[in-house]
């Protein structure tokens, strides 16, 4: 079975920094292209970031440039983001992707995992 874990989540003050990770299981993701989305209460899922197959190309959110960083260890079977000077703008349920495509932005993936929480409060 294929699935997509997210971890990482949690609550963090204005500011502040976490990094996410998405493990990959049930199957070799090292071909997939790789992204992040989140959704905020009431809010539609919106793209973060992606990340090609070999890690070569990265694109952003205009939302998060500068503040996220998206990688990958395809050893590890797993994609991170990075994320600094996080604002109550980024909370949100993060969801890691995969895509055999590369079209940055698309929701039409392969795969989705289950999120994981973000929440920036004081």
């Known amino acids: 079975q294929v699935q997509l874990v997210e971890s990482g989540g949690g609550s963090v003050q204005p500011g502040g920094s976490l990094k996410l990770s998405c493990a990959a299981s049930g199957s070799t993701f090292s071909n997939y292209h790789r992204a992040w989305f989140r959704q905020a209460p009431g809010k539609e899922r919106v793209f973060v970031a992606a990340v090609t197959w070999n890690g070569r190309l990265t694109y952003y959110a205009d939302s998060v440039k500068g503040r996220f960083t998206i990688s990958r260890d395809n050893a590890k079977n797993t994609v991170y983001l990075q994320m600094n000077n996080l604002g109550p703008e980024d909370a949100a349920v993060y969801y890691c992707?995969?895509?055999?495509?590369?079209?940055?932005?698309?929701?039409?993936?392969?795969?989705w995992g289950q999120g994981t929480q973000v929440t920036v409060s004081s």
């Open positions: 992707a995969a895509s055999t495509i590369w079209v940055p932005g698309t929701k039409s993936n392969n795969y």
